[in-house]
């Protein structure tokens, strides 16, 4: 009994590091807090030489007096955290990291993230969300920050004026409009069926441009190729719409028969911007 007692006791009254844990009976003391801890990394690391009788700081001081610790001190590398096995001192022996002045110790930089490039058009149209919506609702549907769209709805007015003059342009090169009559009546007819929630296919468009052909003389030679229709859609700006469940007027009813609403299925339906 006199025996078990007496280890008890002795183990009672062994020094255990302040940061391993582990017994330590020729602990140095650290200079700030007095605790004992090993005279070696990672539980402390030395400001002058390291063994017994070193003068050294522990590594929970040292995380709170960074700025007081000696540059030419030894600081634990970062790995070295509690948590890990500290029982075995020599594996941490390469893991030591010496702090220089010049800070010329490699860093790790992280890759910069690429800033997107919104055309005028995208602006806009985020812009017209965050109207129908809120800007919030906007910043997260097109993954843009908040600020962004703020800045937008400032210069907005700017906005629309360079994307109208840009549009002049587009309209003003390229190949000349057969007859600006005959464009303005089509494009008229398109819209007109669109406010009346009839599907406009591109078929619909070829058909009915072929047969207002026949009552301009400028247009005798004309072809309605799919060449002229992506122009006359740039043009006008009408854009593709994919088809919903939605009921709309069948387009052989408001075509006089011309056009049946199956026979043009892989196409979307138009729809004009006013």
Not at 10 to 34: D, G, R, V, Y
Not at 213 to 223: A, E, P, Q, V
């Amino acid at each position: 009994m006199n025996s078990l007692e007496g280890s008890a006791e002795s183990s009672s009254t062994k020094i255990l590091c302040c940061w391993c844990n582990n017994p330590s009976p020729n602990a140095n003391h650290c200079k700030k807090c007095s605790k004992p801890c090993h005279s070696v990394p990672p539980c402390s690391f030395a400001i002058d030489d390291e063994g017994n009788g070193a003068t050294v700081t522990c590594f929970n001081c040292w995380l709170i007096f960074e700025n007081a610790v000696d540059s030419n001190a030894i600081k634990p590398n970062e790995y070295d955290a509690k948590g890990h096995d500290n029982s075995m001192m020599a594996q941490f022996a390469d893991n030591l990291l010496n702090v220089r002045e010049d800070n010329s110790a490699p860093k790790l930089e992280k890759n910069p993230r690429k800033r997107r490039v919104f055309t005028i058009k995208e602006k806009l149209d985020i812009l017209e969300f965050a109207k129908n919506s809120s800007v919030h609702a906007a910043s997260r549907q097109f993954n843009v920050d908040r600020s962004s769209i703020q800045d937008w709805k400032r210069q907005e007015t700017e906005l629309r004026q360079m994307e109208s003059e840009k549009r002049k342009r587009l309209m003003g090169g390229g190949r000349k409009v057969c007859d600006p009559k005959f464009d303005e009546t089509l494009s008229n007819w398109v819209r007109e069926l669109r406010a009346q929630k009839v599907r406009v296919t591109r078929n619909m468009i070829v058909a009915q441009a072929q047969q207002l052909s026949t009552n301009y003389k400028s247009m005798n030679n004309f072809t309605a190729s799919n060449g002229w229709l992506e122009r006359f859609m740039q043009r006008h700006n009408f854009s593709l719409r994919t088809p919903t469940g939605t009921f709309e007027t069948e387009p052989s009813k408001a075509n006089g028969g011309q056009m049946d609403a199956g026979s043009d299925p892989s196409i979307g339906i138009f729809d004009a911007h006013f």
